[in-house]
């Protein structure tokens, strides 16, 4: 039986988040993300080994796309704090963040 996860989250749900907040959510995002990676080439060296296709990549394919998304409405969310921050000087580090994120 595969196990089921939860969606990815909403611009809409993400405005109401503190920086904090986003900040680790963002973190635990990119962790789920490159753990989905990890086990999507372990699948594909496996399967290239085996010949056999199985549903464990669909699986951490879908949970890729989520975390993806959700980091990128994070990133949204984020930008549009940025563009709206009155002081210039904190915006242009609020932009500075976003741009290696």
Do not use: F
């Not at 753990?35 to 372990?42: D, N, V, Y």
């Not at 879908?62 to 975390?67: E, I, L, V």
């Amino acid at each position: 039986m595969l196990a089921a996860h939860g969606r990815a989250w909403l611009a809409r749900e993400l405005r109401t988040k503190s920086w904090d907040d986003l900040h680790r959510l963002w973190y635990l995002c990119l962790k789920e993300r490159n753990m989905c990676l990890t086990q999507l080439a372990w699948a594909e060296k496996k399967q290239a080994v085996t010949r056999r296709s199985s549903e464990l990549p669909g699986l951490y394919l879908g949970r890729y796309k989520k975390a993806k998304l959700t980091m990128n409405r994070i990133k949204q969310v984020l930008s549009e704090r940025a563009s709206l921050e009155a002081d210039a000087v904190k915006a242009a580090d609020m932009k500075r963040v976003l741009h290696y994120m």
